[in-house]
């Protein structure tokens, strides 16, 4: 456990061997150590009911957990023949497992979590498996970052002290609007992490980014920043075409804006809202009953991936950079995949600096499926509208137990420490909820025992009994 607790990394040894590991380049680490029959012998020998599976993802570092399961060959291990599939965007992937054109996908949290709440799929998708922990940014444009940057209070270096507080941009969204223009920031869907993450920065710094009307998805309802949904990749070219002037993503996106010059991240989620969730993997609760043997061996393999990625104070980022650098998978250049998968993070060119709670696999539990986790993201969409009504604290914990599913998790966890394929320890025993330490930048304490209340707490939000209609929140 202890070379997978402290997660850092010398980034001179991770760039040689970077080097070192270029012949790795479509050497077919991810096709089955045997032939097509012998996998079929495996799948059948461990009762595997569907052993050919199509998984979707989206271009982000946070699909490295199936990239690496299916390079390293733990799927071909478990019996598993796994075609991953790149999606154009969130909508699309979710229609892919709902529909069952997809076994399965790496998923934003909130997709399960709102198939449960009744406001997302009409066919009910779980999560046996969290996929990371943190893993976003929020990054303005240069002519913003202009604007601001002669306000932000600065370390001794000179550069600018973290945290940002969103109230920096007070002044340049009063400016856009007394020349009758909107500010817009973009997001990557209603129900992603990016969208109440971007929020919460923005609310904390006193601005009102929206709340969403009954069957709304725009969510602009009194909103003095805008947000609207930009899938992940097309976020760069968003920003530098000028439609938007700052935006929510995952890596490598906002990588990206520093490699390409056209904007400045000036905040990670771990300084937003302390520790969050991100990705997890979906799949609907049909496929898990009636394959159940086929859900265990999927995560088993899944499992051994994330721990593969956060093992030995992450000595193996640097080949995962590798893996994830191809066009079949994120397709990024590898010094922007570099800039956010090595225990640091770029904010601008000279300006890289530690963030060791960035991007976690299985580091600090980050893979199990904690209830805690689910239910912040739950009080965030009652916040903002999207839970329209006001609801009791058991509503909560009911609805993230309908789509959070640790118990498959542990059967798996279990099955691998009986199989000398992973250490016990290195697991947690759960209740499912988990202690938050780390502050959220406006200081307000997360208790999940008491969602309701913690929803109705903030300055910027719906209060118990509020609803959103047309004319505001009343």
Known sequence: MDAISGFRINRRAV???????????????????????????????????????KLGFIKLTDMAPLAIAKEKGFFAEEGLNVTLEPQANWKVLLDGVSG???????????????????????????????????????????RVYDMIAPSLPKGADGKFAQPVSAAALKPVVAKFKAEGKPFKMGMVFPVS?????????????????GFYLPGDTAGVTSA??????????????????????????GEPWNQASVAKKIGHPIIVDPDIAGLTGDKVFGLTEEFTKKNPKTTQAILRALIRAAMWLDAENGKNRAEAVKILASPKYVGADEKVLMASMTGKFTFAEGDTRDTPEFNLFFSQEASYPFYSDGIWFLTQMRRWGQIAESKADAWYLDTVKAAYRPDLYMAAAKSLVADGKADASAFPESDGFRTYTKPAIDRMAFDPR???????????????????TPAGVK
């Open 100 to 142: 069952g054109q997809l076994d399965g996908a790496h998923m934003l949290a909130g997709h399960p979590l709102a198939s449960a709440a009744g406001i997302g799929s009409k066919v009910k998708i779980v999560t046996p498996m969290s996929l990371d922990i943190n893993g976003k940014a929020v990054t303005v444009s240069n």
């Open 224 to 249: 003095e920043v805008q947000l609207s949904v930009t899938p992940p990749p097309q976020m760069p070219a968003t920003l530098e075409a000028g439609t938007i002037e700052g935006y929510s993503v």
């Open 15 to 53: 760039t040689a061997v970077v080097i070192a590991s270029v012949a790795l380049a479509g050497c077919g680490k991810g096709e089955a150590p045997a032939g097509g029959g012998d996998l079929a012998k495996l799948a059948a020998e461990k009762g595997i009911e569907k052993s050919n599976l």
């Open 193 to 209: 992490t990016h969208n109440y993450i971007l929020r919460y920065w923005l609310a904390a710094g006193g601005l009102n980014p």
């Open 450 to 468: 008491k969602p309701a209340a913690y929803a109705a707490s903030f300055a910027i939000g719906l209060k118990d009994g509020q609803t959103v």
